[in-house]
């Protein structure tokens, strides 16, 4: 189902000249309103009234995270503080949380955008959503909250964490729809195992999973695990929180959906800062194209992926592949640039791994080493009748001996790096409490 059919289906030629017109608004809007953004045009000879669109958009140098904290808290609003209907934070996965503001206008927007997201996940009116991300400064619980109402869904406000609660309401409530991280989703996946609920006790028919990178073993765990069809859901708060993108339930693995109409998005070289061909991989970059209390020109997202035009039958706008990591998730090892998703895509490749990995970084003496924990597959292990696994029980085991043989070999293939693997039984690894998971421990810096 298509929530704005009429946008979402909108001709390239006519979302184009939609966009150039927004843009030409923006940057007129934000040049009249922000201090920032004023200094920063005039600085750059950029005058709003001669500003040509999407032509000179590469003209208007990017903006980084450090300007959110620079102009900490509201130094980037366009209105009056009291025009600001709503405060939220990002989570400060990499440093101290920036603050982002919204009006009203704004939050309708984000609604229809959420709205626009869940109708592509499989959601339809009439259904039961648990919400399972976090309420609070965070904008994933509200975001989706208001988004699943306006689509005219019956949320269960459930937010992150308490897992107990989780599965009773997941039992007596049945929403068909659960929104999570997808280290959530898998850490339900394995209660309900654990706890012998079984897929008639509970009646989940989509997950809508985001806020953290995530791949094709992830998904393919969790639809198994909770029996349901499992989409992307993609944002920042800096731009708008979740609904940036969403993946279409039909198209799962084709790449999400960016709304085009609200977001411009590029992708440029993570060193030079220039424009990359389509469909290659480089820093996503937003500029937003109707919001009215904090606006951003070319935000320099710093997540890693690219994006494509599908030509798909159901929708034109353009889409991006899965985030392959940050740029400042990039760990430099022994001179040898590596980002913690290699690893994953080689997990996702072996067939006894499980999908739950940690990548550790340590410095002895003037020497870096990484060291990989991966959980051994379920199945795997019951074969063999082991739950914890000691170097011992490995060397008794020719399956075991052979996936870390494997696991060591195609690192240091793939990657160019010797790493040191460990294989573990399950459980063995943290687990999402709720919220984002964070699998990558650099502890050189401590
Ligand atoms: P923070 O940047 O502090 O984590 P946010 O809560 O705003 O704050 O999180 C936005 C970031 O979360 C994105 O820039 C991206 O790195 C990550 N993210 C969000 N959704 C996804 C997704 N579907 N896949 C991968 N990463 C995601």
Redo the contacts with the bound molecule.
Sequence with gaps: MLFNPDVERLPLPQLRALQNARLKEQVAYVHARVPFYRQKLDALGINPTTFRGLDDLPKLGFTKKTDFRDNYPFGLFAVPETEVARLHC?????GK?TVVGYTAADLDTFSELVARSLAAAGCRPGMKVQNAYGYGL???GLGLHYGAEKLGLTVIPVSGGSTDRQLTLLRDFRPEIICATPSYAQVLAEELVKRGIGFDDINLRYAVL?????NEAIRTQVQQGLQVAAT???????IMGPGVSQEDVDERGTGSYIWEDHFLPEVVDKDTGEPVAEGELGVLVFTTLTKKAMPVLRYW???ITNIYYAHSEKRTHVKMG??RG?ADDMLIIRGVNFFPTQVEDIIAALEHASPNYQVVATRRGSLDEVEVSVEVAEALLRALGLTTLTADVIEQHDALRQLQGQFTKKIKDNIGLSMKVTLLGSGQLPRSEGG?LNRVKDLRHL
């Design positions: 990002s989570s400060g996965t990499t949380p965070f904008t994933g985001g806020a953290e990178p995530w992307n859901i993609y944002g920042l708060s800096e997202t710093g997540d899965p985030i940050r984002k």
